[in-house]
């Protein structure tokens, strides 16, 4: 059942879309194109004649009123009623019994209500004609003439429209229901997370972020991503942040972010960096995306150092940092040759250099490129202590995710967890609120 709710809420904005098209169309057709209709009824009383018992009474009765059906159907009868009164082609004619027993009703239904009273009288005229002599009646005569009200019967706009309205709701959430279902994408869910994913938080999307960022950039203020951050973001990311102080580590640790294809990583890497030096760690942030390279831009520093320097010299670390606007945040920037981390990562120097850099810091976070699409993200997350598999909420199903995390760990990613970015902020329980 919650399947089906979790399907039917996924269609609910296609469903809205067409029962809004179905209602326009009837409201727009009713209004202008489909006329008003006019009705009139007389009333006959017509005794049969043979009746021997009141229970003959209700046969013959019906019986009489299918005949005078019957007759007012047949060629010569319509001739005869239209010598007397004019038609307009587009009025109908009803007989029927009126109270179940001897008294018959002539109704007749168009659009023009002269026309209508005319042909409800002429017909129950030449009806007691035929009734009172080839039928043989025993008794008949005119209960009431026909009059026309000045207000139309039909249509009944408001029903018409709200019986297009419901019936396209039922009839598309029916459909919705029947369809089979696109493959379900991992989303997330701050009640409910992933279930048998390795999902650790989600981060809410923050696009509004980045525009004041740039912003404020061309205004020449110092002004950093972190501080254009809104209060649901930044509440996204101190969760992601105690996710990680939680887990037991030694004096320092190294934390690799990679998109899982080409989700931009860089962002939460900073604003992870961020949150973490805000709450008093000493952080160092390296860049190590030689393919699109995006943090010396986010925080506003210059300087570029090859970690070959680095790994020859045991004392170059400090020499190869950069200071940023951040307190308690320290940048590395390394070269972005083609190649340049496939010869490195595989060095054994690397994981030493990364584990004086963890000692010498309590977090060392590594932005890399993407993990599907270069071979590097693996080679740094096999002497990494923590690898972050950045996905885009929404984007794919669990066979799909569970697929590259398993691909991670073959290569020798041992710790692999997923951080879902950009989920959409309806979809939070509480209401984002501005700096």
Not at 313 to 328: F, M, N, V
Not at 365 to 373: D, Y
Not at 423 to 430: D, E, K, M, Q, W
């Amino acid at each position: 059942m919650k399947r089906l709710r979790r399907k039917w809420l996924w269609a609910l904005p296609v469903i809205a879309f067409f029962c809004a098209a179905v209602t326009l169309a009837m409201a727009v057709y009713t209004v202008r194109w489909e006329p008003e209709r006019y009705r009139a009824a007389c009333t006959v009383y017509a005794l049969p004649a043979g009746q021997r018992a009141d229970a003959d009474a209700a046969e013959l009765a019906r019986m009489l009123c299918r005949d005078c059906d019957l007759l007012v159907n047949t060629p010569e009868f319509q001739q005869k009623v239209l010598q007397s009164t004019r038609s307009d082609g587009k009025t109908r004619l009803y007989i029927r019994q009126a109270d179940g027993g001897h008294m018959l009703k002539v109704e007749a239904v168009g659009e023009d209500p002269a026309v209508t009273s005319g042909l409800a009288n002429a017909v129950a005229d030449a009806l007691l004609e035929e009734l009172s002599g080839r039928m043989g009646a025993a008794e008949v005569h005119l209960v009431s003439r026909a009059e026309v009200s000045e207000v139309p019967f039909a249509p009944n706009r408001p029903v018409k429209i709200a019986a297009a309205f419901l019936g396209s709701f039922a009839l598309f959430s029916l459909l919705a229901l029947l369809i089979p279902a696109p493959r379900e994408r991992v989303q997330w869910d701050p009640l409910e997370p992933p279930a048998q994913l390795p999902c650790l938080a989600g981060v809410a999307e923050y696009d509004d972020c980045l525009r004041r960022w740039v912003r404020e950039r061309r205004r020449g203020k110092a002004f950093t991503l972190y501080d254009g951050m809104d209060e649901l973001t930044r509440e996204n990311v101190r969760e992601l942040v105690l996710q990680l102080r939680n887990r037991p580590q030694h004096t320092g640790c190294s934390i690799l972010m990679a998109g899982l294809e080409d989700e931009d990583s860089a962002t939460l890497s900073l604003l992870t960096a961020s949150e973490l030096a805000a709450q008093g760690f000493e952080v160092l942030l390296m860049e190590m995306d030689t393919y699109a390279p995006a943090l010396r831009k986010w925080l506003g520093v210059q300087g570029t150092m090859d970690v070959m320097d680095c790994l020859q010299r045991e004392d170059a670390l400090r020499t190869a940092l950069l200071s940023t606007p951040i307190p308690r945040l320290l940048f590395m920037d390394v070269c972005h040759e083609p190649g340049f981390l496939s010869r490195i990562a595989a060095r054994p120097g690397f994981a030493a250099f990364l584990t004086d850099a963890a000692q010498s810091f309590d977090y060392v976070i590594l932005n890399a490129p993407p993990c599907r699409t270069a071979s590097d993200a693996a080679m740094l997350g096999a002497v990494a202590d923590m690898t972050f598999a950045v996905a885009q909420d929404g984007r794919y199903t669990p066979r799909e995710l569970g697929a590259a995390l398993r691909s991670l760990r073959a290569d020798g990613v041992v710790f692999c967890r997923v951080p879902l970015k950009r989920f959409a902020r309806r979809r939070h329980g509480r209401r984002a609120l501005r700096d």
